[in-house]
């Protein structure tokens, strides 16, 4: 039985594919940080696993204990992470660094964490980036660079673990439906204030929160899907699923800068002067 691990299995996407994986045969150890919901995992039939991804001694710990497993590993899936909207100015460092502590460097910690065992079972490493790592939007900055560096990460592991039989998939989702829009809204909402010389935007901050969830891809359609690319003989090297995840993508590459990034402006209430 083939092994695959995923972390964020909470909801949403990671949930998703945790089912798809496990529908289709799959031996899936599912990661979340919460105790209610790694109970729900496991009373659903997952090897449930606490795990915060930037807690490098529970990685060590989860690296040892799937390596004491025959099966070993096939496919590790870096799902975990979320969303951090707001102007980066009122975000500032702070939450810059938390936005890639969980997006960006966990990939790495958790790689290098399972990558004995990867590199016996020659597996496939999956990290779920986005197409907001192509196309940057307004008031999401901080998400939009932390994608962007997924898939730097993913073009450099790439090349460096193939001499060790490793593979690596990039995928862009675009719109899928999840709790992605709520928790970003969350997120949001904690840096509008009235102190921010923002404040009169407010209503900008929040479309973008939101717009991940516009006319969304069911998650398990999402997951079918890319199930269906980790299957293949020869995974590609990056698979876009999802509502604009073509499109936005072929906009940010054919439009004028000038034209995308003023539609951009429009569309999330930054023209004239405050």
Aim: hydrophobic fraction near 45%.
């Amino acid at each position: 039985m083939p092994v695959a691990l995923i972390t964020g299995c909470s909801s949403g996407i990671g949930r998703a594919l945790a089912d798809a994986f496990k529908a289709a045969g799959f031996e899936v150890w599912a990661t979340a940080r919460k105790a209610d919901d790694v109970t729900a995992l496991a009373a659903a039939g997952f090897t449930a696993i606490a795990l915060d991804v930037n807690d490098n001694a529970a990685l060590e710990q989860l690296a040892e204990r799937i390596d004491q497993q025959p099966g070993g590993l096939d496919v590790l899936i870096n799902n975990a992470g979320y969303g951090a909207m707001g102007p980066l100015l009122d975000g500032g460092v702070t939450a810059l660094q938390r936005q890639f502590e969980t997006n960006v460097f966990s990939i790495v910690g958790v790689t290098r964490a399972l990558f004995p065992v990867l590199r016996r079972t020659k597996g496939l490493v999956v990290n779920i980036g986005s197409v907001s790592g192509v196309l940057v939007t307004p008031f999401a900055g901080a998400y939009c660079a932390s994608k962007a560096a997924v898939h730097a990460l993913s073009d450099a592991l790439r090349m460096e673990l193939a001499p060790f039989g490793i593979r690596v998939m990039e995928v862009q989702p675009g719109a899928i439906q999840s709790s992605f829009a709520r928790n970003a809204g969350h997120e949001a909402e904690q840096l509008i204030n009235e102190q921010s010389p923002w404040f009169p935007l407010r209503e900008g901050i929040r479309a973008r929160a939101k717009a991940s969830q516009d006319k969304p891809t069911p998650a398990s359609e999402f997951a079918a899907e890319l199930l269906k690319a980790v299957q293949q003989s020869k995974p590609p090297r990056l698979i876009r699923i999802g509502n604009g995840s073509r499109a936005l993508p072929l906009l940010a590459t054919l439009l004028p800068k000038g034209l995308l990034e003023s539609t951009l402006m429009k569309r999330f209430g930054l023209r004239g002067q405050l």
